[in-house]
Structure formats: C-alpha cells, structure tokens
T-cell receptor
Framework: GAGVSQSPRYKVAKRGQDVALRCDPISGHVSLFWYQQALGQGPEFLTYFQNEAQLDKSGLPSDRFFAERPEGSVSTLKIQRTQQEDSAVYLC???????????FGPGTRLLVL | DAKTTQPPSMDCAEGRAANLPCNHSTISGNEYVYWYRQIHSQGPQYIIHGLKNNETNEMASLIITEDRKSSTLILPHATLRDTAVYYCIVRAWGASGSRLTFGEGTQLTVNP
C-alpha cells in the first residue's frame, strides 16, 4: 500500500517568506508526527497529532512554526517569516496509534537563502 | 526516554554479517528498543523492535542482552544497499504519542 507522502520534496525560500509543507499519512493512521533534521544530525521531534487534535507541540522551535491537521488526515506544517536557521529536512511520520511503530515519509528539504 | 550510545561508524564487507551494537544502560522496564535506518536523502525506515526477547524479521535480527542494557542489530548478509545511518532508539511503551528520540546513529558502510 501507499506509504507516507510529503510535498514538495524540495523548497527554496527567500528569508522572510512563508512556507507550507504538506504530509499525507498512511490511510487509517490516527497519529501523525513532524520532525526536523538538520544536516548531519538525527531527526528531532516537533509536534504530534492524534486525529485532528494537536496533543504535543513542545518541539516547535518558535511561534513562527505552526502545524494543523483539520480533518484528521492530511497535515500542514507552516513556517512564517523563514530564517536561514530553518533550513533543514522536515520529516513526517504516521502510526496506527500513538504507541505504534512510526513510518516516515521521504521528507521535504527546505533551503532558506 | 533512555539515552543510547552507538559507535559513529562501521565498515562491513558485502555478503558478510553486519553487527551493530547499541548501549542503553539506563533503559526502563517499559521501554522498547527500536532500530531505524536512514539511507542518504530518504526518510528513516523502520527495521525492527523488541522488549527483552530476541526478534527476527525479513530485514534483520535483534539480540537484546538479558539485563537489557545493550543490544545488537544483525544484518545477516549485508549488501551495498544496506549502506545507511542506523539509529538505535529506546521508547516507552504505553505513552501515547511518544516521540522517537534519535541520537547520532552509526554510519554503516558496506564495501564491495
């Protein structure tokens, strides 16, 4: 079956622009996670949804980062007024439930110039 | 979640077994050991997980010591496609929405 998909795969933004990154989880997966991966580092947790409810956003680095999942399926991670330090790969993962195995998408590589 | 320690890099000859170690000396009784790998420019790929018994699937075997303070991921016949960063992660079971806490992982290079 289809895995987690993310779009766009690559995004170049000028500093100060807003960007929106999309995640399509595996069908039927209740839980959805966003991670940020800086170059040469392991992924770091950003936020977690169970259905449409955002239950944990403790990893979001600033109030410029906002995530939503309005219908409990597709999720969007929005970054406002992008900064160079936001350059990273943004990974989305989904799981059947919050305690189940997480399956990752290919990521969106964001470069802020 | 408990911290894990892995060697930064390892090499393996193609066709031989790759044995990747992980120390997790502060693991709690309700924490599972998970292994993921990340091939260059791809998202992390789930490999296997276990609590205290050894586990095997079509990708790998996981050997957990009796005291659960360390484990070894075994790729029985490594191929060039197994070159990747391998992450050992301990994760509490039953904690809804429990995040995965990645360390720096082990860069495994399989050589022809």
């Amino acid at each position: 079956g289809a895995g987690v998909s993310q779009s766009p795969r690559y995004k170049v933004a000028k500093r100060g622009q807003d960007v929106a990154l999309r995640c399509d989880p595996i069908s039927g997966h209740v839980s959805l996670f966003w991670y940020q991966q800086a170059l040469g580092q392991g992924p770091e947790f950003l936020t977690y949804f169970q259905n449409e409810a955002q239950l944990d956003k403790s990893g979001l680095p600033s109030d410029r980062f906002f995530a939503e999942r309005p219908e409990g399926s597709v999720s969007t991670l929005k970054i406002q007024r992008t900064q160079q330090e936001d350059s990273a790969v943004y990974l989305c993962a989904s799981s059947l439930g919050g305690t189940e195995t997480q399956y990752f998408g290919p990521g969106t590589r964001l470069l802020v110039l | 979640d408990a911290k894990t320690t892995q060697p930064p890099s390892m090499d393996c000859a193609e066709g031989r077994a790759a044995n990747l170690p992980c120390n997790h000396s502060t693991i709690s009784g309700n924490e599972y050991v998970y292994w993921y790998r990340q091939i260059h420019s791809q998202g992390p790929q789930y490999i296997i997980h276990g609590l205290k018994n050894n586990e095997t699937n079509e990708m790998a075997s996981l050997i957990i010591t009796e005291d659960r303070k360390s484990s070894t991921l075994i790729l029985p016949h490594a191929t060039l496609r197994d070159t990747a960063v391998y992450y050992c992660i301990v994760r509490a079971w039953g904690a809804s929405g429990s995040r995965l806490t990645f360390g720096e992982g082990t860069q495994l290079t399989v050589n022809p």
